[in-house]
Nanobody, 124 residues
Framework: QVQLVESGGGLVQAGGSLRLSCAASGRTFSTYTMAWFRQVAGKEREFVAHISWNGGSTNYADSVKGRFTISRDNAKQTVSLQMNSLKPEDTAVYYC?????????????????WGQGTQVTVSS
């Protein structure tokens, strides 16, 4: 089993920054593709960013490219999302996800484990 626990959400003004963190359990964390998704109430969950098992490959949604950075520390079993130049439309619940199958994906159905989510609210 893999457990994921997010932290770092909160309220920030537009233009500000937040850093989300996700702590993972599991003996083979270094083999997981990790990702962040977000969801607004009443809407489908959307892909934000993913990072390959060794951090060598990252991918971002167009809406966050150039503003968000995903990173991981396999020794500490954590994955982070640095969010800069935040906009009101970034307001959502952000979820950390783990994919145990080899290969990256932007589809939420391809991730097997999920955290409980952390709320990010950006005021205008």
């Amino acid at each position: 089993q893999v457990q994921l626990v997010e932290s770092g959400g909160g309220l920030v003004q537009a233009g500000g920054s937040l850093r989300l963190s996700c702590a993972a359990s599991g003996r083979t964390f270094s083999t997981y593709t990790m990702a962040w998704f977000r969801q607004v109430a009443g809407k489908e969950r959307e892909f934000v960013a993913h990072i390959s098992w060794n951090g060598g490959s990252t991918n971002y949604a167009d809406s966050v490219k150039g503003r968000f950075t995903i990173s991981r520390d396999n020794a500490k079993q954590t994955v982070s999302l640095q969010m800069n130049s935040l906009k009101p439309e970034d307001t959502a619940v952000y979820y950390c996800a783990a994919r145990l199958i080899v290969g990256v994906s932007t589809v939420d159905g391809n991730y097997q484990y999920w955290g409980q989510g952390t709320q990010v609210t950006v005021s205008s």
